[in-house]
């Protein structure tokens, strides 16, 4: 019955048109990237007893809570290592299917852990079970698309990969509303949301399992000259997902993505408190009596108002940055647009003390924005850059293992950035220099990523794979040729 | 774009719709909740320029 999901029976009719792939990457991403999101269930989880307020020693602590999304970003990872040769053994149509079914089952899974208040259920549920549908569902399209689109790799998996940051700006008000929608006096709403957004979730996601084909082998765009041998970063070889890792080009990459996502999250987790504490909070306590307790809350809600607005824009701007920045990648090479995001990257770190300084809240927002559209864009390009180095055949098992370092980084990331700003409190600090030390850590971080994309280089011709040594699965592209 | 007859040893592929008004609504599909979505965010960000 499902045998349709196989790849033989996925391959492209005649008359498909190649602009349904993004439309259906964009299906699973869109809805996979409400992980982002996930911080909007955190207070009303804190108050499933207590509703109104948590309950010590009872409801859920923000600390536990803090677990679930650590969970599904690592399980994420891990999936995406252990499945991508499968997803490619399989085709996208299966991947996306499982997908749908363990992000979806993981939102049912964590209803029933919420329902029966246990911790561990949730975390087995949308920590395991929908982590292993984010790192499948991930790496899903990534193969197919720069199949689809070898004149455009970079726009193809930036329109993909675009789709993850927008999810949370749809995941979010989702929540929200549903949440509004099913409170009750007696109930903050959790558990029929998580159900509702499980279920549309699956559904949503099965477009994308219906609309994706793989390319016929040997498929070619109309008017596209495929290159007959490797010039500069770009082979026409390939090296297979087991291959890859043994190569010196894999780990750079791996650094540069590393310190990437890192340098992203040193924004994104202080991104709030930077601008309330720097600019906001000192501006609104200087109009009002410190002393009024009242005149002060209202200051607090109006900073915490803005605030929640700038995280906002920069969720808008970091889905953008996936798509501009990546689509540029197309005609400027990879390494030439990593080197923009590892080198503009770091002066604009380095500038943000300086605008804490000024004062300038405009000045301060431009550069948080610029960086997160390159923290975007470093997302939206790797998979480009590994098809340039690696080849087309495994590129989505390549990407899976090499996306193990947004794990550490996702983990690592705000125990550092934290860890620094904790410190700096306690040592009384003032704002500006609370953060400092995190933005100029951050320089260093891109500047090491520098260093690494400076030294990649051509894959050695002894790690293709031979004429003979790859067997397309299914419709992959035909053997390669050994350069 | 469209395919080109298949070098493939796959399997026959079977005719489905894949006309320009299929193509069209599947962006509509995952366009509609996404612009939802970047329209509750500027919403949002409005707070910022108050």
Redesign the interface.
């Known amino acids: 019955m499902l045998a349709f999901l196989d790849r033989?029976?996925s391959?492209?009719?005649?008359?498909?048109?190649?602009?349904?792939v993004p439309?259906?990457a964009?299906?699973i991403h869109?809805c996979i990237g409400q992980v982002y999101a996930f911080s909007v269930f955190k207070i009303p989880l804190t108050k499933l007893i207590g509703i109104t307020a948590p309950v010590k020693d009872q409801d859920w602590t923000q600390g536990q809570l803090a677990w679930i999304f650590s969970v599904a970003i690592f399980v994420l990872g891990a999936s995406a290592a252990l499945f991508g040769k499968w997803m490619e053994k399989n085709g996208p149509r299966k991947a996306m299917f499982v997908a749908a079914c363990c992000f979806g089952g993981g939102f049912l899974v964590a209803a029933l852990g919420v329902a029966i208040h246990n911790i561990w259920v949730v975390y087995l549920g949308y920590g395991v079970l929908g982590g292993i549908g984010l790192g499948i569902g991930y790496i899903s399209p990534v193969s197919t698309l720069v199949k689809w689109f070898p004149d455009r790799p970079g726009m193809a998996t930036g329109m993909a990969i675009m789709?993850f940051g927008?999810g949370a700006?749809?995941g979010?008000?989702l929540a929200v509303n549903l949440m509004h929608y099913f409170a009750t006096p007696t109930s903050v709403g959790v558990v029929p949301t998580m159900i509702t957004m499980g279920i549309v979730y699956f559904c949503?996601m099965l477009?994308g399992v219906f609309?994706v084909r793989v390319?016929?082998?040997?498929?070619?765009?109309?008017g596209y000259a495929p290159p007959l041998k490797s010039t500069g970063l770009v082979t026409t070889a390939n090296v297979t997902a087991d291959q890859a890792p043994k190569t010196r080009q894999f780990w750079l990459l791996w650094i540069i993505l590393c310190v990437n996502v890192t340098a992203g999250i040193g924004i994104l987790e202080q991104a709030s408190p930077m601008i309330q504490e720097m600019f906001l909070t000192p501006r609104g306590l200087a109009t009002i009596d410190p002393g009024n307790a009242a005149q002060v809350a209202v200051v607090a809600k109006n900073t915490a108002?803005?605030a929640?607005?700038?995280v906002?824009?920069l969720?808008?701007f970091n889905m953008l940055g996936r798509f501009f920045w990546s689509s540029l990648s197309d005609f400027t090479g990879r390494k030439a647009i990593y080197f923009v995001y590892l080198l503009l990257g770091p002066v604009c770190y380095f500038l943000i003390p300086m605008a804490g300084r000024m004062g300038s809240v405009p000045f301060f927002?431009c550069l948080c924005l610029l960086i997160l559209t390159m923290y975007g864009g470093g997302f939206a390009t790797i998979p480009a850059y590994l098809r340039d180095l690696f080849g087309t055949a495994e590129v989505g098992a390549i990407h899976g293992r090499l996306i193990t370092s947004w794990s550490v980084a996702g983990i690592l990331g705000p125990q550092l950035v934290n860890g620094i700003r904790e410190y700096q409190l306690a040592h009384h600090a003032a704002p500006v220099d609370v953060y400092a030390p995190t933005m100029y850590l951050m320089c260093g971080l891109l500047l090491i990523g520098a260093v690494c994309n400076f030294f990649v280089g051509p894959v050695d011709a002894r790690h293709h794979v031979s004429e003979t040594g790859y067997a397309p699965s299914?419709?992959a592209t035909p053997a390669a040729k050994k350069s | 774009m469209s395919t080109q007859p298949g070098r493939s040893s796959d399997p026959e592929p079977t005719q489905v719709p894949g006309a320009t008004g299929f193509v069209i609504l599947s962006w509509l599909w995952v366009g509609l909740p996404l612009a939802w979505g970047v329209y509750q965010t500027i919403l949002k960000s409005m707070a910022l320029f108050h």
């Not at chain 1, 391959?11 to 349904?20: F, G, H, Q, T």
């Open positions: 033989a029976h391959v492209a009719p005649r008359n498909y048109s190649r602009w349904l439309p259906a964009l299906a869109l789709g927008g700006m749809i979010s008000p949503f477009f609309a390319p016929p082998i040997g498929w070619m765009p109309d108002l803005v929640g607005g700038f906002g824009l969720s808008l927002v299914g419709s």
